[in-house]
C-alpha cells in the first residue's frame, strides 16, 4: 500500500487563512503586525524566498517594512539598521536573510536582534529558551515539522524519532521539540560522523531527512509504516523542465512511497510550513507573547 502523502501546501493554506483572521482582529484592537525582512544582496534563492515572504504578508494582512540592502554593505551598516529597527515600536519582527555575503558575521547579526523581535528562532536567548523548555520563538521549519506530524495524526507519544542532520536551523532545534513532552518522542540525532547510518534510520517510527543531500534516504534505510518527513530541497539537472533543473528531497520519494506509512513530498511539503509558521511567529511578536 501506498503511503499517505502529508500535504503541507493545504495545512499551510490552513494556517494561513486563520492567521489572516487573527490579524484581523488585531489590527481592530489597534495592533497592526509588522515583519521587516532584511535582504543583503541578489542571490537568486534568497531573493525568491524572500518574494514568497513578502506575498504571504500581504496576503494575511501583515506590514511589509523590507529593507534590501548591496552586497556591499559594511557589517557596521547592517547592525545599525537592525538597531534602528529593534527600537521601532510599530516592528514587531525582524529577520535577516541567511546567507549573508562572507565578511559580515552572521552570529553578530542574529546576536543584535532584539530577543522578542527574533521570529526566525535563531537568537541565542531563543535557542536556550527552547532547550530548557521555555517558551520563546522556534525556528519556523522545526515548528513546521511539528505541526504538520499533529495535523496528520502521526502517533509521537513513545515513538522513535531519528533526525538525520544536525543544523542549528533544522536538526538540533528539532530534535529539542520532538522530545519535548507534548510531543514525547525518544529522539536519536543523526549527522555526517554516523557510522552505519540505517541501521538508527531502520528503526525510526518518524524519520526526518535534513541532510541537503538529494535522494539520499533510500527505501532499505525506512522501517515499515514510518513517518517520513523530507526538509531537504535539492535543486538536480533535468532537460525536460524549462527551467533546466527540478526540485527533489533528501529522501527518493518514489521507493518510499512504497515503504512508509506517511511522506511530504518535496516541494509542497515541508516547504510551505515554513513560511505559515513565520507568519505564526509574527503575530506572537504582535501580541508580546514572548516578552
Known amino acids: 500500500m501506498s503511503?499517505?502523502?502529508?500535504?503541507?501546501?493545504?495545512?499551510?493554506?490552513?494556517?494561513?487563512?486563520?492567521?489572516a483572521i487573527e490579524v484581523s482582529a488585531l489590527k481592530e484592537k489597534g495592533i497592526h503586525p509588522c515583519l521587516a525582512v532584511i535582504l543583503v544582496g541578489e542571490n537568486p534563492a534568497s531573493v525568491s524566498y524572500v518574494s514568497a515572504k513578502k506575498k504571504a504578508l500581504a496576503e494575511a494582512g501583515m506590514a511589509d517594512r523590507s529593507v534590501n540592502l548591496p552586497c556591499s554593505v559594511s557589517e557596521a551598516e547592517l547592525l545599525g539598521i537592525i538597531a534602528d529597527l529593534n527600537r521601532d515600536t510599530s516592528v514587531h519582527g525582524i529577520l535577516v536573510q541567511l546567507p549573508l555575503p562572507s565578511h559580515i558575521d552572521e552570529q553578530k547579526v542574529i546576536a543584535a536582534i532584539a530577543p522578542e523581535k527574533d521570529v526566525d528562532g535563531f537568537h541565542p536567548i531563543n535557542a536556550g529558551k527552547l532547550?530548557?523548555?521555555?517558551?520563546g520563538f522556534v525556528p519556523?521549519?522545526?515548528?513546521?515539522?511539528?505541526?504538520?506530524?499533529?495535523?496528520a495524526g502521526v502517533p509521537t507519544d513513545g515513538a522513535h524519532a531519528v533526525v538525520v542532520g544536525r543544523s542549528n536551523?533544522?536538526?538540533?532545534?528539532?530534535?529539542?521539540?520532538?522530545a519535548r513532552?507534548?510531543?514525547?518522542?525518544?529522539?536519536?540525532?543523526?549527522h555526517t560522523g554516523t557510522k552505519n547510518l540505517a541501521s538508527f534510520t531502520c528503526s525510526a517510527d518518524i524519520l526526518v531527512a535534513a541532510m541537503g543531500r538529494p535522494n539520499s534516504i533510500t527505501a532499505d534505510m525506512i522501517?515499515?509504516?514510518?513517518?517520513?518527513?523530507?526538509?531537504?530541497?535539492?535543486?538536480?539537472?533535468?532537460n525536460t523542465k524549462k527551467s533546466g533543473f527540478r526540485l527533489v528531497g533528501d529522501v527518493d520519494f518514489e521507493a518510499a512511497l512504497d515503504i512508509a506509512g506517511f511522506i511530504t513530498p518535496v516541494p509542497k511539503g515541508v516547504g510551505p510550513m515554513t513560511?505559515?509558521?513565520?507568519?505564526?511567529?509574527?503575530?506572537?511578536a504582535a501580541q508580546g507573547s514572548f516578552k
Open 3 to 19: 503511503a499517505r502523502i502529508i500535504d503541507g501546501f493545504a495545512i499551510a493554506q490552513k494556517i494561513r487563512g486563520q492567521t
Open 131 to 135: 532547550l530548557i523548555g521555555q517558551t
Open 140 to 151: 519556523c521549519t522545526p515548528y513546521g515539522v511539528t505541526v504538520l506530524l499533529k495535523e
Open 169 to 178: 536551523i533544522v536538526g538540533k532545534p528539532l530534535a529539542l521539540l520532538l
Open 181 to 190: 513532552k507534548d510531543i514525547n518522542a525518544t529522539v536519536t540525532l543523526c
Open 223 to 238: 522501517k515499515p509504516g514510518a513517518a517520513v518527513i523530507d526538509v531537504g530541497v535539492n535543486r538536480i539537472p533535468d
Open 275 to 284: 513560511i505559515a509558521m513565520l507568519l505564526r511567529n509574527t503575530i506572537h
